[in-house]
T-cell receptor
């Protein structure tokens, strides 16, 4: 049973062309996260929502934005992707100390 | 600031035990985790331990926590080729902000 779902699994975009990545959850968890992971590195937290409260990491570029219209969905918008934004983007949810990850979306920037 | 360290590589023979080590700096961590990541996939939560415990066993997995030395280990008994992956240690204080180590790449040799 899929619990944290990410769509699409693979996304190709062009340099500078806005792109949106989607995440949904069936767990009803109140916290949702977006991480960026480059190859063989630890996931890097971009931001997270505690319910509707948005928490941005200090070093997350302004190019990255997020929306959480309801408990189940969270979106990552990259306004002007650069070549350095090519990475795996991981969505996660948590409640009471347990964090669950989606399968990730691999973003390629041409 | 908070920091989590791991050795980057470990090789073992199939059938042997693997021990993956992790050290962390935040003495007020409340939960400590082990995640497994296979190529091209998201992170899979393997197990976690509360900071007031010193051991947790779950089938082939044994987690040991030495809170005095801020040292966490994951032992995998009877390691199989399917255990080949990157293993991430992580910690959190309040269950919202998760800090990940760099990951240990486990290679299981036949």
């Amino acid at each position: 049973d899929a619990m944290v779902i990410q769509n699409p699994r693979y996304q190709v975009t062009q340099f500078g062309k806005p792109v949106t990545l989607s995440c949904s959850q069936t767990l009803n968890h109140n916290v949702m996260y977006w991480y960026q992971q480059k190859s063989s590195q630890a996931p890097k937290l971009l931001f997270h929502y505690y319910d509707k409260d948005f928490n941005n990491e200090a070093d997350t570029p302004d190019n990255f934005q997020s929306r959480r219209p309801n408990t189940s969905f969270c979106f990552l918008d990259i306004r002007s992707p650069g070549l350095g934004d090519a990475a795996m983007y991981l969505c996660a949810t948590s409640i009471s100390g347990e964090q669950f990850f989606g399968p990730g979306t691999r973003l390629t920037v041409l | 600031g908070e920091d989590v360290e791991q050795s980057l590589f470990l090789s073992v023979r199939e059938g042997d035990s693997s021990v993956i080590n992790c050290t962390y700096t935040d003495s007020s961590s409340t939960y400590l985790y082990w995640y497994k990541q296979e190529p091209g996939a998201g992170l899979q939560l393997l197990t976690y331990i509360f900071s007031n415990m010193d051991m947790k066993q779950d089938q082939r997995l044994t987690v040991l926590l030495n809170k005095k030395d801020k040292h966490l280990s994951l032992r995998i008994a009877d390691t199989q080729t399917g255990d080949s992956a990157i293993y991430f240690c992580a910690e959190t204080k309040g269950g919202q902000n998760f800090v990940f180590g760099p990951g240990t790449r486990l290679s299981v040799l036949p």
